[in-house]
């Protein structure tokens, strides 16, 4: 019999980690190549991971809620006689590791298995454990431990004390790590927001007019925000320099233009999809995309690149009332656009042959960009830049 050591494969250019979900089998179960093994989460995107051979779950080495890095050691699996190297992840492609018999001695003295030690990183010569490495493993594991142990307790604790005057509710997977990207965000970026309020009658009349026969010929919801999609785009355009990120001193101009748009869940979670290369589709494809993407995300049947290599943002903020806001911009990307709630306004209506009042649709734009590179002149001019595009709108357009 051989064994097969199952390693968290890489899922995208940007995810180092994920959650175990759950496992689809049990220790001692039978697989065949390619049965899904075990339920993953990776930012904010659900995903399984399939046995690559066929034989038998013999280890799980992570448990439900824990997370594991890329190339960690999730499972192993006893085969039936050999399999190839390419069988093999290359991150797993490394020589037996020899154990000094004090390090032996130190995990059988705490209890541990060989399957544990080989998760330990050595420092030593050809990637050797040395007796620093593993105290300094045992150490953090217990301490994490008694982490873990102290917070039960807390818990608990504040439970007994408030159960009858509050509900202590533990935040999800998903909302923790909205929680570390929102913080992570704020200390990173100097954040500083413009406020330009667009006149958008044209686009609501025009929607009005033509909508239930593009949902009669198309089958296709026709929304505005595919209109907005349009004119950020074309301000990218007009303005390249708001479609860069950071890395330490550098700027990283971007080439290609790819819009995330900021989704609420029906739980109140948040997840972002991303229109990869939004300047090559017309009006009628953005609608199909973007349709696409907000359905797919609500049901949470997004695939891991589906929500990576955003390089500008835009927030719906008007769908639940708001006019306008102060968004947090989406690391590594350096603004984002808020979009408000369209109201109807009492205005003045210049004219060649004058100033009229009348009843328009007005609407805010809240641009919060990283003063560390754009500043106020580009930051408010590009808001400005996407409001122009959206009054210059052709209510004629034919879809």
């Known amino acids: 019999m051989a064994e ?3 390693t968290l494969p890489a899922m995208g ?7 175990i979900i759950r496992w689809l089998k049990k220790e001692g179960d039978f697989v065949k190549k390619e049965d899904l093994l075990v339920e993953i989460a990776t930012d904010k995107v659900n995903s399984e991971i399939s046995s690559p051979v066929n034989g038998i779950l013999k280890k799980k080495l992570f448990s439900p809620n824990e997370v594991a890095k890329v190339g960690n050691l999730i499972a192993i699996l006893e085969t039936e006689g050999k399999f190839s190297l390419e069988d093999i992840p290359i991150i797993e492609k490394r020589k037996k ?3 000094s018999p004090l390090v032996r001695t130190i995990a059988k003295r705490e209890g541990m298995s060989f399957y544990e030690l080989k998760t330990i990183e050595g420092t030593g010569e050809k990637e050797r454990v040395t007796k620093k490495d ?3 493993y045992i150490r953090i594991k217990k301490n994490n431990i008694l982490i873990s142990k102290y917070n039960r307790y807390n818990s608990i604790q504040s439970i007994n004390k408030n159960q ?5 509710i533990e935040m999800d997977r998903m909302r923790r790590i909205t929680a570390e990207h929102m913080i992570r965000s704020k200390n990173i970026s100097a954040h500083v927001t413009s406020f330009v309020e667009a006149d958008v009658t044209n686009i609501v009349k025009w929607r009005e007019k033509i909508k239930e026969t593009f949902q009669k010929n198309t089958g296709e919801k026709l929304t505005l925000m595919s209109v907005f999609v349009e004119c950020v785009v074309k301000a990218i355009k007009d303005l390249p320099m708001i479609n860069i990120s950071v890395n330490g001193t550098s ?8 819009i995330g748009l900021a989704t609420a869940l029906s739980n109140g979670n948040l997840i972002v999809p991303v229109i990869k290369n939004a300047d090559s589709y017309n009006l009628i494809g953005l609608i199909k995309i973007i349709n696409d993407l907000i359905k797919r995300a609500k049901s949470n049947q997004l695939k891991p690149e589906e929500i990576q290599g955003g390089t500008y943002t ?3 903020i008007g769908s639940f009332g708001n006019l306008f806001g102060t968004p947090i911009i989406h690391q590594p990307q350096v603004a984002i656009l808020a979009i ?4 109807k306004k009492l205005s003045i209506i210049e004219t060649p042959k004058g100033d009229l009042i009348g009843i328009r649709h007005k609407i805010y734009l809240s641009h919060s960009y990283d003063h560390r590179v754009i500043d106020g002149v580009l930051g408010g001019c590009f808001a400005k830049k996407v409001a122009l595009y959206l009054e210059k709108f052709n209510c004629y357009t034919k879809i």
């Open 4 to 6: 097969y050591n199952l």
């Open 13 to 19: 250019e940007s995810i180092a980690e994920a959650t």
């Open 97 to 99: 590791r020899f154990y």
């Open 134 to 136: 593993i105290l300094k």
């Open 164 to 168: 009858k005057n509050e509900e202590i």
């Open 251 to 258: 700027i990283i101009k971007k080439k290609n233009i790819h």
């Open 314 to 316: 835009i927030s719906n």
């Open 340 to 343: 408000g709630l369209i109201q």
